[in-house]
């Protein structure tokens, strides 16, 4: 419960931030997927479980704070999630596989995001990709540093 | 697995309307935090702004003062032909009345991150505020957008820079009659005007209401320039939106159901 509430919380604030603050901040749809790549960075540090906890949970929230059907965005990342997974089990290990799992998945969800579009925009797709890739980044360094400290006690 | 059966029935509940309500709740409580987070993003933004700007503002600011020197003179001019003016309304017996007789709508802008070019927003006014498909976006006399979907207490609509965006349109000064479209997010086109109709730079394009789905007289741009080739039977011209849209933060839904 306690690990429920936590991820709640965590993801409707990356959701909020996203949705509220950086696509103000950066404008023309240049927001990174903040509460995505705090998934992606749970999947390279903690347990699988968790992970796919995180994953559904970004994607509810994305939906119901959006216009769109509920749930679509948390199916599309929870089976994506376990593909990854499938992939990393079966053929290729290491955290390399995450990051191109990260903006391969970035990008497509972009791509999947823009069929009721008339524009699609390429290097806007890519950019969201690489910030989405840097909050990772920043994401995994925090999550790190909570379980050293976590299992230095 | 168990993720992915739990995540298919929340989007089976989802298809079936069942989680409206949550959605609705977890809008309305969410909305001052947005709201909250716009604002500080639009004070960064506006700071960061001013400090890359800081010189041009200085310069800005010498030609404001000399241009509101000569407004202010073009005012009293204009109060006196107003004076005027209702002298002879008075004299004619003519009512004075509103175009718009609808109630508007008061909405926040919020952006939506899912729009990879920009073109549509959201606004904080659902069904539950008598918010429909097809009511227009606008500010005071300006068109801004038109909502494409609803839910309970949240809108999307698309701006008219927005390319899925097209009206009819008229040159305020000549009549010129056209099709407005959005170009790219960041300009307009007006389309299909005939290659003897008059039209140049500068020229204010009204809506025409000839399409059925705007009402006539909302401005839409300002020509920037007229793209003529010999080629073409038609030509067009490049706009400019008339209203800064990438900086809104309120804009009046005006519904059209009614």
Known sequence: MKKFGGLFFANLILVLIQQAFFGELFGLGYTPHIALALTFALFVTVEMETTLLSGLLCGVLTDLLGTGPVGLSAVFCVSYLLFVAYIKKRFIKGAVVNIIAFVAFSCLYDLLGSFSSVTVV???????????????GVFYFIIQRFLDEKYSL | MKYFLISLFIFILGILGTLRPLRGLLQQVSFPIQLGLKYTAVNIKDGINFLTHV???????????????????RILELEEVSRENDLLREQLAIEESSDLDIQLILAEVLRNPRDLTGASIFVNKGSKNGVAVGDLLILEKYLVGKIVEVTEFRSLAILITSREFSAAAVDLRSDTEGIVLGNYSITLEMTRILPQEDIIPGDLIISSGKDGIFLPGFVLGIVDTVLEDPAEPLKSAQLRPALEISTLQKVFILPMAK
């Open chain 2, 55 to 73: 010189f041009d503002i200085h310069k800005e600011n010498l030609l404001l003062a000399k241009e509101m020197l000569s407004l202010k003179s």
């Open chain 1, 122 to 136: 390429f290097n806007v797709i890519l950019v969201r990709a690489l910030l989405g890739l840097i909050s990772l």
